[in-house]
């Protein structure tokens, strides 16, 4: 495979929501280019970027491929990514690694969710957004409206470089703005097209667009706006050679139109890319940080290695997959890198060209390319890789935090080894997967992006890893306290023939504020309790407290005085203390109108205006409290104080209640008093559980 300079490289991520087209319009660009012989499609699971087992079961791209082809001597590196921001780390690493963002909107279902984010982490990488109106072969469908549309979400510079003549059943012509051409594509899935001169309305249009055009490109460079106003105008030449600069600037926003079911305007798209599209040259320095966490910038034409691990999967065949892009120098077959995060040399044994499952080697790659490599020792998402002389680390996506929780129940004991490896080794591919074995509750919970990730992520647990399991809600951790003071004095006396156990403990609590813990003091007076035994009451009220009186969970924010007692000179120790202490403290403690506290999370919702009214009322059945009210974006946002216990799924209600356009972030904020009816209902489940365990 040839190798290609970094200005004739097109690095971009195709990205949009669900059911946009995105992974058709990826297979459409490797059939113009030759390299299938015919369009696959998502119903047949026949598609070349959506090959995994998963996806062809679920009929929707899960994973982010990667995919290359030539066109015009340009390499195109073609990242197609999921639309379900439960998978949003896949477009989040595409993004991250791309020269400008291929955005597809669909001309029936509008502008989803899934656009609006990936639009916002296009503008927050600093890269270029091109848009494309696809399925204009379905009936029912209005490009101006689509257009209209895009530009009051997006801007009004979003302009039109091709227009549908035909929109709907049998769309087969577009109008070429930039050449001022009808083109007239074959529905065969070819891609192939003729062309002739616009004339009539036609012509009128792509005239009055070339004058709005000329403006856009004008007011990208000081010299050409100069010239505009010297001559009223530019020329044509000057036109095309200020498109490029133009559209880097965001000056306007390129918008297509295409029919990915039929290979229909998708041609002349890639002459597009090719031409005026982003190259590595347009973006030639990337931050990062030295080996003294000092941040530098790193060249393109820097000339050691320096390159990003964007995504790692494993696969049954190949084993550990590592997807990167080399920002600086070239990387060949055989040669040793340094991963500056792990601080591991690793060698490259082999270097690939992807096209979903299919594989082309490569001996070198240059910088600004994209490919993958197998079988790392220790590499992962988000890693770098560069010259061990000159350690640097690029930094790293930051991905959103997760929604939607649930807890692992093995259905078979002695497999907890293998699920401990399983959760790791996903985690290591997904970023926005995470898990954490509580110890407190007992308790593996796993956290995601969504309902379906979740499900997902169960599914290669099982297939992967040979584990059963369910996922079921995960317990909350509640914790108790007291609201007045209590005492209690406690006589541990035990013989059993032998060496016996005494202690005699007093003891008073009162409740702390809230948040301070748990204090322990000891007010002694006398020789009644050698001061030796105070470590031992400690321990036992720590034990208590760890264990819990009233249902099991953590006792937090009082205050304990040991304050007399009584002890043996023969059977008193450590052990009677610990006891005597354990024992007086959970005496005090029902004595002091003791509570249950719950913890609330601050949650954060974004909604369309018209879903206000359904949220609100869904956040004050779950006991929900506001905090306050706002807009941006031409989105609602709502936060309020809610309990954790409400928020089980609560992701899958809001996006029921929004039409999938909802989203929320949650963080623990506090805790309060339970309200009583449901302490009594926590507290009677917990001795249920209590009793069946001693049964069984």
Known sequence: MKTFLSKDIRNFAIVGHASAGKTMLSECMLACAGVINRLGSVAAGSTVSDYHADEKDRKISIHASLLHAEWLDKKFNIIDTPGYLDFISEGLGALRVADFALVVVNAFHGIGVGTDQVWKYATQYGIPKVIVINGLDKEHVDFEASLQLIRARFGD???????????????????????????????????????????????????????????????????????????????????????????????????????AETNVGVARLMDFIAKYGSSPVDRAKIEAIDANDSPISIALEHPEPVLYVFKTMSEAQFGELSFFRLYAGSVRVGQDLYNSDRKITERFGQIYALNGKNRVSAESLNAGDIGATVKLKDTHTGNTLCNSKNPVTLLKVQYPKPNIHAALRLKSKGEEDKIATGLSALHEEDQTFLYKVDSELHQTVISGQGELHLQVIAARLRSRFRVDFDLIEPKVPYRETIKGRGESKYRHKKQTGGAGQFAEVWMRIEPKE?????????????????????????????????????????????????????????????????????????????????????????????????????????????????????????????RANVPQKELYQYS????????????????FSHYEEMPKELEAKVVAESKKAKEETAQA
Do not use: W
């Open 157 to 259: 510079r979003a302009f039109p470089l091709a227009i549908p003549v035909n929109a709907g059943p049998g769309f087969n012509q577009v109008l070429d703005v930039m050449r001022s051409e009808v083109i007239t594509y074959q529905t065969d899935g070819s891609g192939k097209y003729s062309e002739e001169p616009a004339a009539g309305d036609h012509k009128a249009r792509v005239s009055q667009l070339h004058s709005q055009l000329i403006e856009f490109i004008a007011e990208s460079d000081d010299s050409l706006l100069e010239k505009f106003f010297a001559q009223g105008g530019l020329s044509e030449e000057e036109m095309r050679a200020g498109v490029h600069q133009a559209v880097q600037k965001q000056s306007f926003i390129p918008v297509f139109c295409t029919s």
């Open 514 to 638: 809230r948040d301070s813990g748990i204090e322990f003091t000891e007010s002694l007076t006398g020789q009644n309790v050698d001061r030796t035994f105070v470590p031992s009451v400690e321990k036992g009220v720590a034990a208590a407290a760890r264990e819990g009186i009233l249902a099991g969970y953590r006792i937090v924010d009082l205050k304990v005085d040991f304050y007399d007692g009584k002890m043996h000179p023969v059977d008193s120790k450590d052990i009677a203390f610990q006891i005597a202490g354990k024992e007086a403290f959970k005496e005090a403690f029902l004595a002091a109108r003791p509570c249950m506290l719950e913890p609330i999370c601050v949650v954060e919702i974004r909604m369309p205006d018209e879903c206000m009214g359904n949220v609100i009322g869904d956040l004050s059945s779950r006991r929900g409290k506001i905090l306050g009210m706002d807009s941006a974006d031409g989105m609602q946002i709502v």
């Open 652 to 667: 899958t209600v809001l996006r029921s209640l929004t039409g999938g356009r909802g989203l929320h972030t949650e963080d």
